[in-house]
Nanobody, 122 residues
């Protein structure tokens, strides 16, 4: 019954910004952990950012301050602000939800969205 729908991806040029949205239904982000992962062709699914039910945030090492995760509990939506994008950021970005704490391991997340594609041209 839990659904996560990602939107906001697209084709942008190097240096551009995008805001991704994860709309959650069937569960509340105010009480659960939500994270963004990304997966490029031939690569493992990598942790990008996570936010706990109390608002604690964690980021993958490659983020280097360029991305920001936040949420709107009233809208039951989690956002990922992507800034200063480069070609290495090209990937399908997925939203995930779990009922406990944030983990970096993608296999420990139960609920996933369909993904939204971010393509950054060189």
């Amino acid at each position: 019954q839990v659904q996560l729908v990602e939107t906001g991806g697209g084709l942008v040029q190097t240096g551009a910004s995008l805001t991704l949205s994860c709309a959650v239904s069937g569960h509340s982000v105010n009480g659960n952990a939500v994270a963004w992962f990304r997966q490029a062709p031939g690569k493992e699914r990598a942790f990008v950012a996570g936010i706990s039910y109390i608002g604690q945030t964690l980021y993958g090492d490659f983020v280097k301050g360029r991305f920001t995760i936040n949420k709107d509990n009233a809208k039951n939506t989690v956002y990922l602000q992507l800034n200063n994008l480069n070609s290495e950021d090209t990937a399908v970005y997925y939203c995930a939800l779990r009922g406990g704490v944030i983990y970096f391991d993608a296999t420990l997340w139960e609920h996933w969205g369909q993904g939204t594609l971010v393509t950054v041209s060189s």
